[in-house]
């Protein structure tokens, strides 16, 4: 059986009941003076609903509690429990110059390490033109911008075909 509290307009007093729901709205006599009773919301009161499995209050503003922070999302990927993808800083460290050049110099070597002498050798034109291209598709923009770097590719295809031409 429910619990309901009921107001005494006679004494001022709040008291509860224990009452089947069917007689819930009928008035209910004052324990301490037995006038008729109304029956009142009680200030306890909350509901909730269940979304995702999870308890939630209503009115439900979409969000979730993650150790007291509100987050948009629940954790959908394996992470410790005590933190969250949207809680944790995002990693804005950027390589330094040095860092910059020291990966070069080590990708220099690497190529040298690994020439055949039999592949064909680039001039510094066509090293240049390769590491834009790469850059280029490495990287994502406008539709403007992606029909600009098509173009470019397509004149860089075709400059390398000229350069051919020449050397043969």
């Known amino acids: 059986m429910p619990l309901y509290e009921y107001y005494c307009?006679?004494?001022n007093g709040v008291f509860e009941l224990l009452r089947p729901?069917?007689?819930?709205a009928n008035d209910q006599p004052c324990p301490e003076c037995d006038a008729d009773a109304k029956r009142i919301m009680s200030r306890e009161f909350a509901a909730f609903t269940y979304?995702?499995?999870y308890a939630r209050r209503i009115p439900d503003d979409g969000s979730y509690?993650?150790?007291g922070e509100k987050v948009s999302t629940t954790i959908s990927r394996s992470v410790d429990s005590y933190s969250h993808p949207e809680l944790e800083p995002p990693d804005t460290s950027r390589p330094?110059?040095?860092d910059i050049e020291k990966?070069?110099?080590s990708q220099v070597a690497k190529?040298?390490?690994e020439f055949k002498p039999n592949e064909r050798i680039m001039t510094q034109d066509t090293r240049t033109v390769a590491k834009i291209r790469e850059k280029m598709v490495k990287t994502r923009g406008t539709p403007a911008e992606e029909r600009a770097k098509q173009n470019a590719i397509r004149t860089e295809k075709e400059f390398i075909k000229k350069?051919?031409?020449a050397n043969t």
């Open 65 to 67: 509690i993650h150790l």
């Open 111 to 113: 190529q040298q390490a």
């Open 96 to 98: 330094s110059v040095e």
């Open 9 to 11: 307009a006679d004494c």
């Open 51 to 53: 979304r995702d499995g």
């Open 163 to 165: 350069q051919q031409k």
């Open 21 to 24: 729901v069917r007689q819930a």
């Open 103 to 105: 990966y070069e110099a």
